[in-house]
């Protein structure tokens, strides 16, 4: 039993719950958002709906647990790589870590920059 209390003791708190789904739904309205002001009559009626509604949240559900798996894929590959060059943390791994989420960032982005081009494309 006190193994198991040790073991609970020694675990880091995290910064606290991760909202996913946010990013790619924000990259999608937004995507659509240009398509919508530069020609209204693409997404007047149920193309509109179809898109907005139904896309945004089958992008953040979808979207959102395949951005978090790669995230914390991507910063479980990041912890061991710099535990086995630097066993503290420091500017220059924070850096690190920064340019790391932000590559990942700017994929997601353009996955789904280009769904959301290709599903515009479709109900055209």
Same mark, same amino acid.
């Not at 789904?21 to 240009?34: L, T």
């Not at 898109?51 to 914390?72: E, K, P």
């Not at 500017?91 to 982005?109: D, F, K, S």
């Given at each position: 039993?006190?193994?198991?209390? @040790?073991?609970?003791?020694?675990?880091?708190?995290?910064?606290?719950?991760?909202?996913?789904g946010v990013w790619p739904a924000?990259?999608?309205?937004?995507?659509?958002?240009?398509?919508?002001?530069?020609?209204?009559?693409?997404?007047?009626?149920?193309?509109?709906?179809?898109?907005?509604?139904?896309?945004?949240?089958?992008?953040?559900?979808?979207?959102?647990?395949?951005?978090?798996?790669? @995230?914390?894929?991507?910063?479980?590959?990041?912890?061991r790589l710099l535990k086995e060059? @630097?066993?503290? @943390?420091?500017?220059?791994?924070?850096?690190?870590?920064?340019?790391?989420?932000?590559?990942?960032?700017?994929?997601?982005?353009?996955?789904?920059?280009?769904?959301?081009?290709?599903?515009?494309?479709?109900?055209?």
């Amino acid at each position: 039993m006190g193994d198991a209390q @040790r073991g609970e003791g020694s675990k880091e708190e995290g910064p606290g719950p991760e909202i996913v789904g946010v990013w790619p739904a924000a990259v999608w309205i937004i995507v659509g958002a240009g398509h919508y002001l530069s020609d209204p009559d693409h997404f007047a009626g149920w193309k509109g709906a179809l898109y907005f509604v139904l896309g945004t949240g089958l992008v953040a559900l979808v979207g959102g647990i395949a951005s978090l798996s790669a @995230r914390r894929t991507v910063a479980g590959i990041q912890e061991r790589l710099l535990k086995e060059v @630097r066993h503290r @943390r420091d500017l220059t791994t924070w850096a690190i870590a920064l340019g790391l989420r932000g590559l990942v960032g700017l994929g997601e982005a353009v996955l789904v920059t280009l769904l959301a081009l290709s599903v515009v494309a479709l109900l055209g």
